[in-house]
């Protein structure tokens, strides 16, 4: 979890890449072609019938829509709490490496866009966003663990942990 721009859906991938489990894109299972959002109800199914499943990888926020599944039955739970400016220069280059065309993690018809509701959004996050995960975050339980990242190094710095990690275990 974490502000648009913050390297969550990269990490995501690259952690689904080191662990076999699989990503599960909230942004793909939200949105309809034409930035056409999925109803409550719908997005509800389709939330719980991947919250239900044994593994995954899971990115995006969705903080005011049913995140509580998703809570619930994670183990860990990543958060990318990085500066309004690393945000923002993550969705500049993003747009710029992107635009008119469909992310990976974006559903199909939804192409990058410049979309100033969206650049309010990234720079008021922190103020508007954040005290409602800390909220969210003290519903964790005590046998699940949060990671916060406050820079992108950090999270490298937990991929090439949980990557070593891995290949010990895959030797013994």
Same mark, same amino acid.
Not at 50 to 56: M, S
Not at 125 to 133: C, F, H, S
């Given at each position: 979890?974490?502000? @648009?721009? @913050?390297?969550?859906?990269?990490?995501?991938?690259?952690? %689904?890449?080191?662990?076999?489990?699989?990503?599960?894109?909230?942004?793909?299972?939200?949105?309809?072609?034409?930035?056409?959002?999925?109803?409550?109800?719908?997005?509800?199914?389709?939330?719980?019938?991947?919250?239900?499943?044994?593994?995954?990888?899971?990115?995006?926020?969705?903080? %005011?829509?049913?995140?509580?599944?998703?809570?619930?039955?994670?183990?860990?739970?990543?958060?990318?709490?990085? /500066?309004?400016?690393?945000?923002?220069?993550?969705?500049?280059?993003?747009?710029?490496? @992107?635009?008119?065309?469909?992310?990976?993690?974006?559903?199909?018809?939804?192409?990058?866009?410049?979309?100033?509701?969206?650049?309010?959004?990234?720079?008021?996050?922190?103020?508007?966003?954040?005290?409602?995960?800390?909220?969210?975050?003290?519903?964790?339980?005590?046998?699940?663990?949060?990671?916060?990242?406050?820079?992108?190094?950090?999270?490298?710095?937990?991929?090439?942990?949980?990557?070593?990690?891995?290949?010990?275990? /895959?030797?013994?």
């Amino acid at each position: 979890m974490g502000s @648009s721009g @913050s390297g969550k859906s990269t990490f995501a991938r690259k952690l %689904s890449g080191i662990t076999g489990l699989p990503f599960v894109s909230l942004d793909a299972m939200f949105w309809k072609p034409g930035w056409v959002e999925s109803g409550k109800a719908e997005f509800r199914e389709r939330l719980t019938e991947v919250a239900l499943q044994p593994g995954w990888i899971m990115d995006g926020n969705f903080p %005011s829509h049913l995140v509580e599944l998703r809570r619930d039955a994670c183990d860990t739970l990543i958060w990318f709490d990085l /500066s309004r400016m690393t945000c923002m220069l993550g969705i500049m280059k993003r747009i710029v490496g @992107s635009y008119g065309r469909v992310r990976p993690e974006m559903a199909e018809g939804c192409p990058e866009k410049i979309d100033f509701e969206f650049f309010h959004y990234v720079w008021t996050y922190r103020q508007q966003q954040r005290p409602k995960l800390l909220e969210y975050f003290a519903g964790l339980r005590a046998d699940q663990s949060l990671v916060c990242f406050t820079d992108r190094i950090q999270a490298d710095e937990y991929l090439t942990r949980v990557e070593h990690e891995q290949s010990r275990a /895959s030797i013994h």
